[in-house]
């Protein structure tokens, strides 16, 4: 099979981690006898020096003409106190629009060998394994009227959350097909005590439910849940969710799978001729300044993402299976980054990234 994918480092650790996925990804490639063809393109911080903005037109056309993208991570603190419309962040916002990636799939899971890395209780967390789903091309990252006007104490800014009936059907329909292939259980997270927007998420959930008679589905608040994750986090199967609440829960399910740096994701939206998804395959986690360049991050998000691009974007099922197993076959040697606290000398980001190489291999 011919592999034609666009790889975006970004900014700070993305290129650490992004370099350990391809190494994966040659791997694969190698042993199953796959025909790569990998460009790499520029997003983010790095776009912005090298081009004058986070979205280059020329990523862009590359991004529409790849199969599939795997990104990095985008942010530099340079651009800490600069407008949101120039920063790094909004080439990420930018791509996933362009391609239509409405569908944000981030599976949280634990491993055996990662239970001591939660800080929460090893019981329960012991067995989680669910897939938040964040829609991803709407809601307050998007919505207009946007923006500050006025000047010093007379200033006010405004956000915008808004969401058609089309937006919301598309996103619940992608969840429920999942629960249906997993334990068939959904919980729908809204604010719809206060939100009209909240209103129309649970209408709409609730209207196409009976297409999925056999997922069981729950509406839960997204205030209760934020507490459910860390109290009963086993009882989550598939979660969807809107933009912003997906945002801030999927940082919290990290918890329970031991790191940040542990959770791929996957964002899906378009279905090409042959099946497959067009796809954006991006780690959880940032551009993690404080830890850049220094062969520390945890390279599994990242890797993690290339199982999901195989799987979801080519169809290779055995092959993305097998990055998993490698990835958990290493956990269980210990020989892992530091944000994961092993028990002994912490491994760097490459030989974490070699490690799941030969385990594969
Ligand atoms: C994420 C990130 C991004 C987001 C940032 C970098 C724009 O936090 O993918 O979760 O908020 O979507
Ligand atoms: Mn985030």
New binding site residues.
């Given amino acids: 099979m011919n592999l034609n994918i666009l790889v975006l480092p970004g900014d700070g650790i993305g290129l650490e981690v992004t370099r350990e996925a391809v190494r994966v990804l040659r791997v694969v490639a190698e042993k199953w006898n796959h025909q790569l063809t990998l460009r790499e393109g520029l997003l983010g911080g790095i776009a912005i020096h090298k081009t004058g903005g986070p979205f280059p037109a020329e990523t862009e056309k590359m991004s529409i003409e790849a199969d599939a993208v795997l990104m990095g991570?985008?942010?530099l603190p340079e651009f800490d106190n600069v407008s949101p419309e120039k920063r790094?962040?909004r080439g990420?916002?930018g791509i996933?629009k362009t391609m239509g990636v409405y569908a944000?799939l981030r599976p949280v899971r634990s491993y055996k060998a990662l239970l001591d890395s939660s800080p929460l209780k090893n019981h329960l967390v012991d067995g989680v394994d669910m897939v938040i789903v964040?829609e991803?091309t709407g809601g307050l990252?998007y919505g207009s009227p946007r923006g500050i006007t006025g000047e010093g104490t007379s200033s006010s800014a405004v956000n915008t959350m808004a969401y058609s009936w089309v937006e919301i059907e598309r996103v619940a329909r992608m969840a429920f097909e999942l629960a249906r292939k997993r334990r068939k259980k959904l919980a729908s997270v809204d604010k719809s005590n206060v939100l009209e927007v909240s209103q129309l998420w649970r209408r709409v959930v609730t209207a196409v439910a009976p297409d999925y008679a056999d997922v069981e589905l729950e509406h839960i608040l997204v205030d209760n849940c934020a507490m459910q994750l860390v109290l009963n986090p086993k009882r989550f199967d598939v979660v969807v969710m809107e933009?912003t609440f997906g945002?801030i829960l999927?940082?919290e399910g990290a918890v329970l799978a031991g790191s940040i740096g542990m959770l791929p994701?996957a964002s899906i939206g378009v279905k090409k001729a042959s099946g497959a998804w067009t796809g954006l395959y991006?780690p959880?986690h940032?551009?993690a300044p404080d830890i850049a360049g220094q062969n520390k991050a945890n390279p599994f998000g990242a890797i993690g993402s290339v199982a999901a691009m195989l799987e979801y974007s080519f169809g290779l099922t055995e092959e993305a299976a097998a990055v998993n197993r490698a990835i958990e076959t290493v956990l269980n040697t210990g020989r892992v980054t530091a944000d994961l606290r092993p028990a002994g000398t912490p491994a760097t980001t490459e030989q974490a990234g070699e490690a799941v190489c030969q385990a594969i291999g």
């Fill in positions: 991570a985008v942010g790094p962040e990420l916002l996933r944000n964040r991803l990252y933009n945002d999927s940082d994701s991006e959880v940032g551009s």
